[in-house]
């Protein structure tokens, strides 16, 4: 596959993917329970989690043609 062509779908990937994960985490956000340190750790886990799978994607799209 052309570099560039593999470039743009793995945008479009990561796009789609973030969309789903933002909607997943704020419709979860609702469980967590409405006490500080709760809402933080939450808050910071889903503000990390996100970029585990996005690796191999970025890794993906960076291989050389």
Do not use: E, T
């Amino acid at each position: 596959m052309n570099p560039r062509l593999r470039k743009l779908v793995g945008l479009f990937a990561i796009l789609g993917f973030l969309l789903l994960y933002m909607g997943a985490v704020a419709r979860l956000a609702a469980y967590v329970p409405a006490h500080g340190p709760w809402q933080f750790i939450y808050f910071a886990l889903a503000g990390i989690c996100w970029g585990a799978p996005i690796l191999p994607l970025i890794s993906w799209m960076n291989r050389p043609g």
